[in-house]
């Protein structure tokens, strides 16, 4: 088989095309297993785990989760919070991201699904502040409006989903 034969192969199964139709050189070959601290070796500031996000107070969540990816100095987040009753948490912005953002910027983080919001709004997105491990939020409440970073977005049965990038000092 030449190289033009496999190309065209772009289907494999459906095309009839299988493993033992094609060169040796295009087959993948199995990278050695690797195990514990092995598994992100070479990479340089690798780390992965939870977070948990939070209002604070003495808010109760049907779900209260986030997860993060931490490699040199960007860290990738993503968090979903389902607020049962917010109680006397904040109302305003999630604290306890897993890093401090990075000194002298602001950042923004996409909100990716905010569902029964404290404010009737039309745009919603995260912003860290330099040197802060808290996420607020810029809103706006009509499309031509001025962002603002003051309306309420957490009550009783706001559910908000959030995945993002930031950066921080290393």
Do not use: H
Request: net charge neutral; hydrophobic share 40%; with cysteine.
């Amino acid at each position: 088989m030449d190289r033009r034969t496999f190309i065209g192969c772009s289907a494999l199964i459906t095309a009839g095309c299988g493993a033992s139709d094609m060169p040796q050189e295009y087959l993948l070959q199995p990278s050695p297993a690797r195990k514990g601290s092995q598994l992100n070796a070479g990479v340089s500031g690798f780390e992965e785990g939870f977070w948990t996000p939070s209002l604070g107070g003495n808010t109760t969540y049907n779900l209260q989760i986030g997860y993060y990816t931490r490699i040199g100095g960007i860290v990738f987040i993503t968090c979903s919070l389902d607020i049962l009753t917010i109680g006397t948490g904040n109302p305003l912005a999630i604290s306890g991201l897993p890093y401090l953002s990075k000194k002298g910027i602001s950042q923004v983080i996409p909100v990716s699904g905010a569902f029964n919001i404290a404010t009737a709004i039309v745009e919603i997105k995260g912003r860290l502040v330099t040197q802060s491990n808290a996420m607020s939020f810029l809103t706006k409440t009509t499309a031509a409006g001025t962002e603002n970073a003051a309306d309420p977005i957490f009550q009783d049965g706001t559910i908000l989903n959030a995945t993002g990038v930031y950066r921080i000092d290393v």
